[in-house]
Antibody, heavy 121, light 107 residues
Framework: QVQLQESGPGLVKPSGTLSLTCAVSRGSISSDNWWSWIRQPPGKGLEWIGEIYHSGSTKYNPSLKSRVTISIDKSKNQFSLNLSSVTAADTAVYYC??????????????WGQGTLVTVSS | EIVLTQSPGTLSLSPGERATLSCRASQSVSSSYLAWYQQKPGQAPRLLIYGASSRVTGIPDRFSGSGSGTDFTLTISRLEPEDFAVYYCQQYGSSRTFGQGTKVEIK
């Protein structure tokens, strides 16, 4: 079964850039999947941030689009999230996840364990 | 953007009881691209149902999904102790959005 593992700084200063990486193991990032980022503020619900396909095609949540960049590194079998101009409202557990691509659409079937990022000076 | 509204916010039930969770969309969800996830404290969400009513392999048959258009339901026929958790609906037919969640707690 595919495994996803988030990594990155747990603390980011306000106005800085949050950068996370999701390493994919037991599967190829070049397979037919959308590779996504989702976040969850403490005690709150889930928010989809955006996703990338191995071709480099991306889709973003309109509410975050101006601050988000998702990229892919096929040589390292990983993808990354950059979120700029962060504030305390961006404090959350950040998850990476996979959504298969096929003749129909699919939801997220595999998730990473999540990583808490706190925005604070 | 399709907004999903889940109700109730909290459901207080006893083991063995039936749980009925609702998810209403602000506009029709195309081709019933509606999923349900279960999340326990400190864990990532787990996919239970996709396509509004198809159960993921390995998910007990006490979990069932139904609905179409704008109204969807997750039913847990007889609650087991491990079912007490937060449940989220998600539509994936037009971008991706989540409901705010329903907490199923022990009464």
């Amino acid at each position: 079964q595919v495994q996803l593992q988030e990594s990155g700084p747990g603390l980011v200063k306000p106005s800085g850039t949050l950068s996370l990486t999701c390493a994919v193991s037991r599967g190829s990032i070049s397979s037919d999947n959308w590779w996504s980022w989702i976040r969850q503020p403490p005690g709150k619900g889930l928010e989809w941030i955006g996703e990338i396909y191995h071709s480099g095609s991306t889709k973003y949540n309109p509410s975050l689009k101006s601050r988000v960049t998702i990229s892919i590194d096929k040589s390292k079998n990983q993808f990354s999230l950059n979120l700029s101009s962060v504030t305390a409202a961006d404090t959350a557990v950040y998850y990476c996840a996979r959504a298969p691509v096929g003749t129909t659409l699919w939801p997220f079937d595999y998730w990473g364990q999540g990583t808490l990022v706190t925005v604070s000076s | 953007e399709i907004v999903l509204t889940q109700s109730p916010g909290t459901l207080s039930l006893s083991p063995g009881e039936r749980a009925t969770l609702s998810c209403r969309a602000s506009q029709s969800v195309s081709s019933s691209y509606l999923a349900w996830y279960q999340q326990k404290p400190g864990q990532a969400p787990r996919l239970l149902i996709y396509g509004a009513s198809s159960r993921v392999t390995g998910i007990p048959d006490r979990f069932s999904g139904s609905g179409s258009g704008t109204d969807f339901t997750l039913t847990i026929s007889r609650l087991e102790p491990e079912d007490f958790a937060v449940y989220y609906c998600q539509q994936y037919g037009s971008s991706r959005t989540f409901g705010q969640g329903t907490k199923v707690e022990i009464k």
